[in-house]
């Protein structure tokens, strides 16, 4: 499509200011093609977007889509009665979706680098693009959060034939791409709302990796039974990491200093010592699988071992936010029940007085589905507070709600309330943190807002 496509007409987005439609916009226009976009807030966004010199027009209407547009990219949350995508159409405009643009993109690159899995993909692809940013390999990178090892940006434009990209497997958008080498972190049970079930999720991860040629690679971790089985067959490369089973790449001599963990990197033929600055047991993985994939690379080891050191995580992952009646806050965008899990360890490796965990339940599709995960998943936690579900693209059925789910957790570890609004959040929380707590917003929908609330109100 953009081998063939008309470099003096318009690529037009539907939707700019999302985090990865700015992206592709960013690096298309780097490219050279002419951009404009809309969205229905100005934002940050959209303001460095115009400040690059693409046409920013605030507000969707039919008015937007002019003659010189040659193709109009949207994102799955536009819907068909949008007046600039029912105007495109009338056009005759050719209309496609952001992740098969995405999937163009992937094509005009020797080394496309996919990172895939439920869950880590987004520190993961920034803990790759640190280390080949570090090796002078000048990779071109499309994340899923802002990190500053780019700027503060989602997205970098390099001039090498690297390009790294997070996959996500929702509406199976990463069939659209086509990868030279792919990091499988895990495979669950998550976007049931989309998928039939789990072996419907293996079989699009199995058929995204049979996309890897002979000459790329897989990235696995062994340690997952589902990786396990969507490997199987495939004809790149194939390589292991785990610290539990037999693998190429192993983490050994794990420890942890100051919260953070220290291990060393074990394969075959060599050794590399790690410092992690990003807490939590679960980044051992997704460094080891940073390691494998970029060894096959031949990266220097230096280069990855001051590159692991300096990552401090991508935004809302475990990020430090501030503080509020002496208690660290820090905010996430964990929304299912094993990364939950999995931010409470590495809150808990802080060795914090009392854990409090502020939770907004992201859909009902995925409250209903995993209630059960959810109900066993505070164990850790001091204290939990429940907020309303964040519906995103759906309706309320009045299946599930977040005063059901908070009496499901307190039927297992009693230790959950549910409040209505953000201001009884607050207010409960002045009330009873204290110095020497940890407070985790966590969530995919607004909940990140409390944690610069209380922060704003501390100060």
């Not at 940050?44 to 937007?64: A, C, F, P, S, V």
């Not at 570090?134 to 390099?158: C, H, I, M």
């Not at 709302?193 to 049979?210: R, T």
């Not at 809150?347 to 066993?376: G, I, M, Q």
Request: glycine fraction near 6%.
């Amino acid at each position: 499509m953009l081998n063939s496509f008309d470099k003096q007409l318009k690529i037009h987005f539907i939707g700019i200011g999302g985090v990865s439609m700015s992206g592709i916009a960013m690096i298309l226009k780097h490219r050279g093609y002419h951009i404009s976009g809309s969205d229905n807030v100005e934002s940050h966004t959209t303001q460095r977007l115009e400040d690059n010199g693409i046409q920013i027009m605030i507000g969707q209407k039919k008015e937007n889509i002019s003659s010189e547009i040659g193709l109009v990219v949207y994102t799955a949350a536009i819907k068909e009665d949008n007046p600039e995508l029912m105007e495109a159409k009338n056009q005759n405009i050719p209309c496609v979706e952001r992740s098969t643009m995405l999937g163009e993109l992937t094509k005009q690159y020797e080394n496309t680098i996919a990172i895939c899995g439920t869950h880590g993909k987004t520190t993961t692809t920034s803990m790759v693009s640190s280390c080949f940013i570090e090796a002078k390999k000048d990779p071109t990178v499309q994340v899923g959060a802002d990190f500053k090892g780019l700027g503060g940006l989602n997205y970098r434009v390099g001039s090498s034939e690297h390009f790294i990209i997070e996959a996500c497997e929702y509406v199976r958008s990463f069939l659209s791409f086509r990868p030279k080498s792919i990091i499988v972190l895990n495979v669950e049970e998550d976007h049931l709302d989309y998928y039939k079930d789990i072996e419907d999720i293996k079989s699009a991860f199995h058929e995204f990796l049979s996309y890897a040629p002979k000459d790329g690679c897989i990235v696995y971790n062994h340690d997952d039974a589902n990786c396990q089985e969507v490997v199987k067959n495939q004809t790149a490369h194939l390589i292991s990491i785990g610290l539990q089973t037999e693998s190429d790449w192993m983490a050994k001599n794990i420890s942890l200093v100051d919260g953070f963990y220290e291990f060393d990197a074990v394969s075959k033929e060599e050794t590399i010592s790690i410092g992690l600055r990003v807490p939590g047991y679960h980044n051992i993985y997704n460094a080891l699988a940073t390691i494998a994939l970029c060894k096959f690379y031949q990266l220097d080891n230096f280069a990855i071992q001051n590159a692991l050191h300096e990552f401090t995580g991508a935004s809302r992952r475990f990020e430090f936010v501030g503080t509020f009646n002496g208690a660290k806050i820090f905010d996430d965008y964990a929304h299912h029940p094993t990364e939950i899990m999995a931010t409470i360890h590495s809150a808990k490796d802080f060795h914090p007085h009392k854990l409090w965990v502020v939770f907004e339940p992201h859909t009902y599709s995925r409250t209903k589905t995993l209630y059960h995960e959810f109900s066993r998943c505070f164990k850790e936690a001091d204290l939990v507070i429940l907020t309303k579900i964040y519906a995103a693209r759906e309706k309320d059925t009045g299946e599930v709600s977040s005063q059901m789910l908070a009496d499901s957790v307190n039927e297992i570890s009693h230790n959950c309330l549910y409040l209505d609004t953000y201001p009884e959040i607050e207010d409960y929380l002045k009330a009873h943190v204290e110095e020497g707590d940890i407070i985790l917003t966590v969530g995919a929908g607004t909940i990140t807002k409390l944690g610069y609330t209380l922060t704003k109100k501390s100060s």
